[in-house]
């Protein structure tokens, strides 16, 4: 089925950010042809905020907000939002590229909206036409998730990941998650171990991707600060110089050491804030996802079991619950085996993102440390030169 086709690459919330609007999509899809896909949108998607909504949305190019996310005091991208989606069935021959972009504001009487432009290109024969462009609000990218999560329950639908911000009821709606997900699993009788060490897992891995979230949070915020004291020296030492004839050329250097060791300090927090935060958050919002493709998954399989059970001890029409129960079975081993399939690929994907994203920053580190090190070194050996000459040009 089309609608089953994976897609190959790194995970990305992948839609726009903002919240509820009130508006009835009216059916239409936000992606043309693309309605019943279950890819994976690509990584590079801008978070839009709107001040007026409460809902967002980040991925690996995301500003970086609030404290539910990121730290306000992080840099923020411009106005741009690409998507790009290729599918791997037969990749010579058909090939889907969906771009979200150029996010306009519209205002009414009545309500403040963002629309976003998707254009979807395709090489694909059953198509109309090899390229379709359209307008949508963020209203129908929430219609389009809940038709996804309709017609594939237990697949991993990462194309929204959406939460709301701290504010009053903040607690109570968690409350109410986690109570939610405890009634579906107290509800499941016989669940199969292999889903019992998949939930397991999620529980451990949103613990850890949680704790990393917070702690690079933190360590870029402290890198900013840093970054922010260092900046001042450099000024510092020019105005110094005019006051030290005999130190004028050695507070100058100084000066311009600082100022390199200051690009190269806003180099590394650029990759900290573009190459890891988005990564790590992007995983905890799937963390969140996973938690509630665990349920859909246990609902399916409480249904099947309250009408066996309702058969074992006739609690209800008999002649209607062989059929009914038949039926059930299906739908219970379809969603066990999209959801087997679907968690091992993004396993994979997961270790491998998250993998490349902290080896990446280990180089830059390493980059960085190399540069700032080779940068005072170079200032010290040219003023031991400089006093060797002196004493030198000082000796009888």
């Not at 509820?20 to 978070?47: I, T």
């Not at 959406?162 to 109570?179: A, D, E, F, I, N």
């Not at 806003?266 to 919002?285: D, I, N, Q």
């Amino acid at each position: 089925m089309e609608g089953e086709r994976r897609a190959s690459q790194a995970p990305s919330s992948g839609l726009p950010a903002g919240g509820a609007d009130g508006e009835s999509p009216g059916g239409g899809a936000p992606f043309p042809g693309s309605s019943g896909s279950s890819a994976v949108l690509q990584a590079e998607v801008l978070d839009l905020d709107e001040d007026e909504d409460d809902l967002e949305v980040f991925s690996k190019d995301a500003s970086l907000m609030d404290m539910n996310s990121f730290s306000p005091m992080m840099p923020t991208s411009p106005l741009s939002m690409i998507n790009q989606i290729k599918f791997e069935d037969e990749s010579d021959l058909k090939d889907l590229f969906i771009t979200v972009d150029e996010p306009e504001s519209h205002v009414t009487t009545i309500e403040t909206f963002i629309t976003y432009r998707i254009i979807t290109k395709t090489s694909r024969g059953e198509f109309d036409s090899s390229e379709f462009e359209v307008r949508r609000r963020y209203q129908d990218f929430l219609w389009l998730k809940g038709k996804l999560e309709e017609a594939h329950p237990t697949l991993i639908i990462p194309e929204l990941s959406s939460h709301k911000k701290q504010g009053p009821g903040l607690l109570s709606r968690m409350g109410q998650t986690v109570r939610a997900v405890a009634s579906s699993m107290r509800g499941v009788k016989n669940r199969p171990e292999e889903f019992m060490e998949m939930n397991n897992f999620i529980e451990l891995f949103s613990q850890k991707i949680n704790l990393i979230d917070k702690i690079s949070q933190r360590i870029y915020k402290e890198e900013r600060e840093y970054f922010d004291e260092m900046k001042e020296y450099g000024p510092i030492h020019i105005l110094w110089s005019a006051s030290e004839e005999d130190l004028v050329d050695t507070l100058k250097d100084v000066a311009s050491c600082i100022d390199r060791c200051c690009k190269a300090t806003e180099k590394r927090m650029s990759g900290l804030s573009e190459a890891l935060l988005p990564v790590v958050h992007e995983y905890v919002l799937y963390s969140e996802m996973l938690m509630g493709v665990m349920k859909r998954r246990d609902q399916i399989q409480a249904e099947l079991d309250s009408k066996v059970e309702a058969l074992t001890y006739k609690k209800a029409d008999t002649d209607l619950l062989p059929e009914e129960i038949g039926k059930l079975e299906d739908k219970v081993e379809c969603a066990n085996n999209a959801l087997k399939a679907d968690w091992e690929r993004w396993k994979q994907n997961m270790q491998n993102d998250i993998k490349l994203a902290f080896t990446d920053m280990a180089e830059e580190n390493i980059h960085y440390y190399e540069q700032c090190l080779a940068t005072w070194e170079s200032f010290l050996t040219s003023q031991t030169n400089l006093h060797l000459e002196e004493a030198s040009e000082d000796k009888p």
